[in-house]
């Protein structure tokens, strides 16, 4: 089993930006892939970036160019560098491991930390 724990969500004014991390914890060999995911009130959790255990990432349309994943498989975290944040990008992130590709998640997901977008 795995366990992910994320940290670094909160409030934030439009254009600011928040750092988020996923610390990751026992069968560390099964994590993989890891990405984080988002899923505002009323919709569907969709991805925002993942990034593989050798490095590789993919950024969807979502909030590419306005973040950054990478992660510290040395440490057994990933983060997500949030930029340039939008009222929209309000959601619940959740980080994901175990994935066998880049687009589809894996077993493991976290508790998932808040984010919202507000002057």
Known sequence: QVQ???????????GGSLRLTCAASGSIFNLRT???YRQAPGKQRELVASVSN??????????KDRCTIS????KNTMYLQLDSLKPEDTAVYYCNAGAHQMWSPGAY?????QVTVSS
Request: proline content about 6%.
């Open 4 to 14: 992910l724990v994320e940290s670094g969500g909160g409030l934030v004014e439009p």
């Open 34 to 36: 890891m990405g984080w």
């Open 54 to 63: 050798s490095g590789p990432t993919l950024y969807t349309d979502s909030m």
């Open 71 to 74: 992660r510290d498989n040395a």
């Open 109 to 113: 997901w976290g508790q998932g930390t």
